[in-house]
């Protein structure tokens, strides 16, 4: 996507005589609305939607840009858009029609300590499919990685001995730590059997389908939704929500933001602190509830 994004300064310079200034901000902006859509969305730049670009809007509101500051991103991303749909390598402009979103409606929804146990012990370790989903269910809790981390494993990313994973993406990689409990789902996983899963012994994925093949998001997402009609929790849950119930849960108990970055792969820290706004508001919520004269 870095070509598009250069070619879209290019068309800035030669076609549209754009300021040096002008075409430095207008590639800022697009590369920080590309940081957001990978880091929170898990969506790339072709991929983007109206809504998207709303939340980003409500994002951004929420870091305390001004409204002009806004309406400059958006404009640039109208532009950008505007030049992918002229070389068909997307159908509509999703900045066209996008709309300012209330602030509160962009912090990302979470489960609670109870509902993440509910949820966790809904895979029934009587089969290989009970056992592996339990095992990528507390690996994705533990860890909070991203769903196209999660079943981008291989099997030489799990060191159990030592109790970490080591995860690799987007050029660099990270070194998270598992908690006993997905150790141990890992490790009844790992030796009994995944090896009786494998469609090839030289396969290499860590996380595999009924077929013996590596697991797909697809496949991964209808597990999640799967746990979640048993579980009987009413929020609408996907592979991202396990990702930030495990941000917000460190940040609530004492965890320092630079820490959770690491873990999370945040290349800015900006994207982070979404999770300080989220502990904050449900603070500010408990206090309105719990306080006798609030």
Not at 82 to 92: A, D, I, K, P
Not at 200 to 229: C, D, H, T
Not at 241 to 264: C, K, P, V, W, Y
Request: charged share 25%; glycine share 6%; proline share 4%.
């Amino acid at each position: 996507m870095t070509d598009y994004i250069q070619g879209f300064a290019g068309y800035l310079e030669l076609e549209r005589n754009a300021s040096a200034n002008t075409i430095v901000s207008y590639v800022r902006d697009v590369t920080q609305f590309a940081r957001y859509l990978l880091e929170v969305e898990e969506v790339a730049l072709p991929q983007a939607a109206t809504e998207h670009i709303e939340r980003y809007m409500g994002y951004m509101s929420g870091k305390g840009k001004s409204a002009s500051s806004i309406a400059r991103s958006v404009a640039s991303l109208k532009s950008y858009y505007g030049y992918l749909q002229n070389r068909g390598v997307v159908r509509y402009n999703p900045a066209k029609d996008a709309i300012p979103v209330r602030t509160e409606r962009k912090l990302p929804q979470i489960l609670t300590g109870k509902e993440v146990e509910r949820f966790l012990e809904q895979p029934q370790c009587v089969d290989a499919k009970g056992y592996r989903d339990h095992a990528m269910l507390e690996l994705l809790y533990a860890t909070g990685i991203r769903v196209s981390e999660l079943i981008g494993l291989n099997v030489g990313d799990v060191n159990l001995p030592g109790s970490y994973i080591r995860c690799a993406s987007r050029g660099k990689e990270r070194v998270i730590p598992l908690y006993p409990g997905a150790v141990k789902a890992l490790a009844d996983y790992v030796k009994e059997i995944r090896p009786q899963m494998v469609l090839s012994p030289k396969e290499q994925a860590l996380f595999v389908n009924m077929s013996g093949e590596r697991m797909s998001r697809q496949g991964f997402w209808k597990i999640i939704k799967y746990y979640q009609g048993k579980a009987q929790i009413d929020k609408d849950i996907t592979p991202h929500t396990l990702r930030h119930s495990f941000a917000a849960h460190l940040l609530e108990n004492g965890a320092d933001l630079r820490s959770i970055q690491e873990m999370l792969g945040h290349a800015d820290i900006s994207s982070t602190q979404i999770y300080s706004h989220m502990v904050k508001q449900k603070l500010q919520d408990v206090y309105q509830k719990a306080h006798p004269r609030a």
